[in-house]
């Protein structure tokens, strides 16, 4: 089946440290890969996508890289702010399966402090 | 744009009863996804609909169950509550390309309804 695997948090940095959070998947099929995030009190949203082999999405200073030979999608972000404080979800889709839904891992709780 | 809503934000109910569930997806989004976000066990995928037929159903009894109405709007519906559903319901929608199309339509999540169960 499909699944996501997550580094379990919660995760405390300082602010400006360098952030990796790991995501490995198992999926039958060719998956689309995400991180979504969401803030204190709010929904999710989608942070970066990527569609296939060795694509790197990025946004908001985050990036990470589809790797199919690891079968990984590590988040990574160069110097974090308080304002980074959030619980991170890495989430697969399968489009040749009948649409999946979005499989999600457990999440990080990611703690900035200044 | 207006996001996805969800109502009520909080809802608080006894074992047993029932609880519905509300969601109105983004104005010309076609399907709408339901996730149970309960402590510790991050985000189970519950129901899709698209055009107003279930398309997909996650590993929940049958006492859960939604519908979506002629405009996208969707509701959940849980009976026979028991204490541990209580958790936070999230919505989404996206648009839909129809199966085995390949084009990717983000997920545009609520900020959830919290159910409580005593």
């Known amino acids: 089946g499909n699944s996501v695997t997550q580094m379990e948090g919660p995760v405390t940095l300082s602010e400006e440290a360098f952030l990796t959070i790991n995501c490995t998947y198992t999926?039958?099929?060719?998956?689309?890969l995400f991180w979504y995030v969401q803030y204190p009190g709010e929904g999710l949203q989608l942070l970066l996508k990527?569609?296939?082999?060795?694509d790197k999405g990025s946004n908001k200073g985050f990036e990470a890289t589809y790797r199919k030979e690891t079968t990984s999608f590590h988040l990574e972000k160069g110097s974090v702010q308080v304002s980074d404080s959030a619980v991170y979800f890495c989430?697969?889709?399968?489009?040749?399966?009948?649409?999946?839904?979005?499989?999600f891992g457990k999440g990080t709780r990611l703690s900035v402090i200044a | 744009e207006a996001g996805v809503t969800q109502s009520p934000t909080h809802l608080i109910k006894t074992r047993g009863q029932q609880a519905t569930l509300r969601c109105s997806p983004i104005?010309?989004?076609?399907?709408v996804y339901w996730y149970q976000q309960a402590l510790g066990l991050g985000l189970q995928f519950l129901l899709w609909?698209?055009?107003?037929?279930?398309?997909n159903r996650g590993n929940f009894p049958p006492r859960f169950s939604g519908r979506q109405f002629p405009n996208y709007s969707s509701e959940l519906n849980v009976n026979a509550l028991e204490l541990e559903d209580s958790a936070l319901y999230l919505c989404?929608?996206?648009?839909?390309f129809g199966t085995g199309d390949t084009r990717y339509s983000p997920l545009h999540f609520g900020n959830g309804t919290r159910l409580t169960v005593t």
């Open positions: 989404a929608s996206s648009l839909f």
């Open positions: 989430a697969l889709s399968v489009r040749n399966s009948g649409n999946t839904p979005l499989v």
């Open positions: 609909y698209d055009e107003g037929e279930e398309r």
């Open positions: 104005s010309g989004h076609t399907s």
């Open positions: 990527a569609t296939k082999a060795d």
């Open positions: 999926a039958t099929g060719y998956p689309s």
